[in-house]
Every structure is written in structure tokens, then in C-alpha cells.
T-cell receptor, first 115, second 111 residues
Framework: GAVVSQHPSRVICKSGTSVKIECRSL??????MFWYRQFPKKSLMLMAT?????????EQGVEKDKFLINHASLTLSTLTVTSAHPEDSSFYIC???????????FGSGTQLSVL | SQQGEEDPQALSIQEGENATMNCSYK?????LQWYRQNSGRGLVHLIL?????REKHSGRLRVTLDTSKKSSSLLITASRAADTASYFC???????????FGAGTTVTVRA
């Protein structure tokens, strides 16, 4: 299976600042990565699909300018929450497909708290 | 959008007992998967069952799929305290590779 590293695991920031979350595929090249958001005791909501070398595909209702995604290499995708506000506080998780494009392998998640 | 719905939302059992949770979905699927999430962590893939399969086993896990009822069940036998986690079903639709997750079942196994 794939090994996915996500950093940081927890971040606290002031309202109005930007926060960058990194997702790395450690043992194989990932042309596609997924970013999810999860509220407490809720399901995962797909935010966007990150495509290496091209623009990310955002799900309906997700603000592109708010959640900037960059997938500049086959092993790294970043999610930047710009001008963060308390309502952006959430658990963000990235994932990649395994080799057969059937199973998802997840990072350990990032708990974002905006004060 | 969320497609799978798990039932029950929460389950508390004694160590050694079996835990059963169900998942219902709405549209046709290519496969259905179950994932586990420990508190504050990412998800771990447990088992995948394809639309043409009816039952699958993996260790202490048993998954069933009834495509006519658009439902699946996950059975954990001889539960252990370490099985305490949230369990999510996820469906892969026939026309794309995106996974849609249910709301999850939180399982607490008491020692």
C-alpha cells in the first residue's frame, strides 16, 4: 500500500492568516491526490482533486480562492487555507489512490484551529 | 455528496462480542469499501467488496453486499478494545473513481 505523510498534524493560527498543509506520497508517484474536510463526528467531504501539473478540480461549494491547491510534483500536494477564519477550523485529510486506483490511502490528517 | 449512510451511529459492546454495522447507499456502484478511523487520525482501508460479490472475509472482518437493497454490512467478530474506532463505508460509483463516504459508526469496545 501507499504511505502518505501529512504535515503538520495540528496547527493553531490567528484569524486572517494563511496556513499551508503538505501531503506527500512517500513510496510512489501520485498524479492525483484528494483533499477532504471532516467536521467532528461527521463524514469526510471531498473538497478537491489535486492533479499533478494542472489545476485542481474543486467540488461544488468549495471556494477555489479560499483553498489553494498546488500539486507541483508527483509526490507533493499542498493545501493553503488563505485568510483563515474560525469557520475554517476543521480536520483536513489528504489521500492518494493505491496502484490499482481502487483503495485510498490517507495521510494522518491536520487539525486546524483558527482563533 | 454523501451517499452512504451507516447504522447505527454509535455502538458500545463488551470485549469478545461481535459488532455489526450497516451501510445503505443510493446509486449504482462499482465497489463498496470499509475504512476505519481512530480518533484524530487518518482513515485506514479495511476491505473492498465489488458489486458482483456478495460476501467477503478478511481476518475477523466479514462484509456482505446486497446490491438489490443497496446495502452492506460489516461484522467484526470477537471484538477487542483496540477495535474501538469509527468505521466508514465508502462507495465508488460506476462512472468515476471518486469515493463517497458515509457518516460513520463509532464503535466502543469495553474491556
Amino acid at each position: 500500500g501507499a504511505v502518505v505523510s501529512q504535515h503538520p498534524s495540528r496547527v493553531i493560527c490567528k484569524s486572517g492568516t494563511s496556513v499551508k498543509i503538505e501531503c506527500r506520497s512517500l513510496d510512489f508517484q501520485a498524479t492525483t491526490m484528494f483533499w477532504y474536510r471532516q467536521f467532528p463526528k461527521k463524514s469526510l467531504m471531498l473538497m478537491a482533486t489535486s492533479n499533478e501539473g494542472s489545476k485542481a478540480t474543486y467540488e461544488q461549494g468549495v471556494e477555489k480562492d479560499k483553498f489553494l491547491i498546488n500539486h507541483a510534483s508527483l509526490t507533493l500536494s499542498t493545501l493553503t487555507v488563505t485568510s483563515a477564519h474560525p469557520e475554517d477550523s476543521s480536520f483536513y485529510i489528504c489521500s492518494v489512490w493505491g496502484l490499482t486506483n481502487e483503495k485510498l490511502f490517507f495521510g494522518s490528517g491536520t487539525q486546524l484551529s483558527v482563533l | 455528496s454523501q451517499q452512504g449512510e451507516e447504522d447505527p451511529q454509535a455502538l458500545s459492546i463488551q470485549e469478545g462480542e461481535n459488532a455489526t454495522m450497516n451501510c445503505s447507499y443510493k446509486t449504482s456502484i462499482n465497489n463498496l469499501q470499509w475504512y476505519r478511523q481512530n480518533s484524530g487520525r487518518g482513515l485506514v482501508h479495511l476491505i473492498l467488496i465489488r458489486s458482483n460479490e456478495r460476501e467477503k472475509h478478511s481476518g475477523r472482518l466479514r462484509v456482505t453486499l446486497d446490491t438489490s437493497k443497496k446495502s452492506s454490512s460489516l461484522l467484526i467478530t470477537a471484538s477487542r478494545a483496540a477495535d474501538t474506532a469509527s468505521y466508514f463505508c465508502a462507495t465508488a460509483r460506476s462512472n468515476d473513481y471518486k469515493l463517497s463516504f458515509g457518516a460513520g459508526t463509532t464503535v466502543t469496545v469495553r474491556a
